[in-house]
């Protein structure tokens, strides 16, 4: 008979870096498709969030 163990600690250290690069990846997109909006409404949604950020929208 043998017995099998298993370690918790790394998958709480794996859930945390893959819950950081999704946050980093949903937050780069957001701000990539705010910045290269074309439509007025999405413009005008976007323009503050823009210039608060630093990007460049005219």
Known sequence: MTTQTKT???????SLILS???AAVLGG??????????????HDAA???RHATGFPCH
């Not at 918790?8 to 250290?13: M, P």
């Not at 957001?30 to 007025?40: I, R, T, V, Y």
Request: glycine share 8%; net charge neutral.
């Open 47 to 49: 323009h503050d969030v």
């Open 8 to 14: 918790i600690a790394g998958t709480k250290a794996q």
């Open 29 to 42: 997109t957001m701000l990539f498709l705010a910045g290269h909006a074309q439509s007025a409404t999405l």
């Open 20 to 22: 950081a690069l999704f």
